[in-house]
């Protein structure tokens, strides 16, 4: 029997990094998203585990804004299969794609990504300054 009679197991913690270094996310700054039990080590080891529990990829699938079912089910083998049969290499090199027409603005999409980091930074800027002030507190209390 080969390898293809089997189905092969996707491996959860893969695409969790996959996607996350898509989205230009750092693993500590995903831990600061999930929570303050969460720290770059557990997101490490996390992204290590072949399968994860349905609610945390839940929570990640809407940190990183894709689908679960992307985080679930993406198997890159397949995903290169399905590109390398849908798309004719010397067609499109040649003739189809010599105007190629972006829905997107680039530009606009770069302006989107930054801010989405700045709105990130400041979150956790604000959160250390309330840590901060709470640690203050303490240090008054004693």
Request: aromatic share 8%; charged share 30%.
């Amino acid at each position: 029997m080969t390898n293809n009679t089997y189905p092969k197991k996707i491996h959860h913690g893969r695409n969790v990094k996959r996607f996350r270094e898509m989205m230009g996310l750092k693993q500590d700054a995903l831990s600061y998203e999930l929570g303050y039990d969460w720290n770059q080590q557990k997101v490490s080891l996390l992204e290590q585990k072949e399968a994860i529990e349905a609610g945390i990829l839940k929570q990640i699938a809407v940190i990183l804004k894709v689908p679960v079912e992307a985080l679930e089910n993406f198997d890159e083998d397949q995903a290169v299969n399905i590109i390398a049969n849908t798309f004719n290499i010397d067609k499109d090199a040649y003739i189809g794609n010599s105007n190629p027409i972006f829905n997107i603005n680039p530009i606009d999409e770069i302006k989107k990504l930054h801010e989405e980091k700045i709105a990130l930074f400041e979150r956790m800027l604000k959160e250390k300054d309330e840590m901060m002030v709470r640690l203050e507190k303490l240090l008054v209390k004693q």
